[in-house]
């Protein structure tokens, strides 16, 4: 497992932009999928996007496709640039690996993440 820690979290005018990272511990990193989620008041935890450890193809909700983007860096970082926002994506974003040298059968589906973050608060304002 990785320990891992988001960032970046903060209050945005709705069609403004937001980064977050994902700070991951542990020498193999490069080889875990990683995975953004989130969830907001009173609502089940949803996904948002995800990245494979090979290739780096990524998935999105479709909620979120075509504002968010996910990347990562060769060091240990994982990203969420968010674009047009809306007050919709209100809400606690998680970062999530599983690993090593795996890939989630279904990106959706938190249960297939073997490490989570803390969480970081994102607040829109219309």
């Known amino acids: 497992q990785v320990q891992l820690r988001e960032s970046g979290g903060g209050l945005v005018q709705a069609g403004g932009s937001l980064r977050l990272s994902c700070a991951a511990s542990g020498r193999t990193f490069g080889t875990y999928s990683m995975g953004w989620f989130r969830q907001a008041p009173g609502k089940e935890r949803e ?17 979120v496709k075509g504002r968010f983007t996910i990347s990562r860096d060769n060091t240990k970082n994982t990203y969420l640039q968010m674009n047009s926002v809306k007050p919709e994506d209100t809400a606690v974003y ?8 795996k890939v989630p059968t279904n990106w959706a589906r938190g249960a297939g993440y073997d490490s ?7 607040t829109v304002s219309s």
């Open 47 to 63: 996904f948002v996007a995800g990245i494979r450890w090979s290739g780096g193809s990524a998935y999105y909700a479709d909620s």
């Open 116 to 122: 989570w973050g803390q969480g970081t608060q994102v």
């Open 94 to 101: 998680y970062c999530a690996a599983v690993g090593p040298r």
